[in-house]
């Protein structure tokens, strides 16, 4: 095949979804995530109320980021240290968007203690079996990210989320009340949810209960 090997999902059709060499059967996550984040970066590029190509490819830099966490938490049931480190940084980027960098620099360090406040005091009366550590830092990144209203909205749908496919899991006998499931990708959801439906989301929250 060559050089088509390496095209994106074509390569892993015209294979038969085999190694061509070994023949050895190849994972369906290798064309899922293929198709993910091809089709993040099209809703980035088309859909971001954003004109600035700095800022698109920032969010497509958190995109990135944000599948690398929620196929490696899914699988493997770890967010690794480095993509945190470069999803906090990418955040470095966003924040001339909301006002003077100092100000806001501090007002979301404090945001992110208070998102990762409900996630850490799960992980510590659970001892780190109903929460990660990871989780918890995730939750710092998106307080920082966020802010403390959108932040704390990231982690409702995560939790609204994860409860609704923890159900079905156990009414089809996937997973049983002891059953561990990995959150970060869930968090991952909220956080989708939010960068996408925002305003909508605090625009029909202040029609309902007026704040």
């Known amino acids: 095949l060559g050089g088509m090997e390496l095209i994106p999902i074509l390569s892993f059709l015209l294979l038969g979804g085999k190694c061509l060499y070994c023949k050895r059967k190849l994972s369906w996550y290798y064309p899922l995530v293929e198709f993910v984040t091809g089709a993040m970066f099209v809703l980035i590029w088309v859909y971001l109320p954003t004109t600035v190509y700095l800022i698109k490819f920032v ?14 938490d899914l699988k493997y049931h770890i967010i690794p240290d480095q993509v945190q480190m470069f999803l906090f940084a990418a955040s470095l980027f966003l924040l001339p968007l909301y006002g003077p960098i100092q100000k806001i620099f501090i007002d979301r360090v404090i945001a992110a203690l208070l998102v990762m406040g409900p996630i850490y005091f799960l992980y510590w009366v659970t001892k780190g ?10 939750a710092f990144i998106i307080g920082f990210m966020f802010g403390i209203k959108a932040g704390l909205l990231v982690l409702y749908f995560a939790f609204i989320t994860g409860a609704i496919v923890g159900i079905i899991l156990m009414i089809f006998k996937k997973k049983g009340l002891k059953s561990k499931i990995a959150f970060g990708p869930f968090l991952v959801i909220g956080i989708l949810v939010i960068l996408f439906w925002r305003d909508y989301i605090f625009e029909l929250i202040k029609k309902i209960y007026g704040v």
């Open 129 to 138: 079996k109903g929460m990660g550590f990871g989780d918890v830092k995730l």
């Open 59 to 72: 969010y497509l830099g958190i995109i990135s980021a944000l599948i690398v966490i929620f196929f490696s």
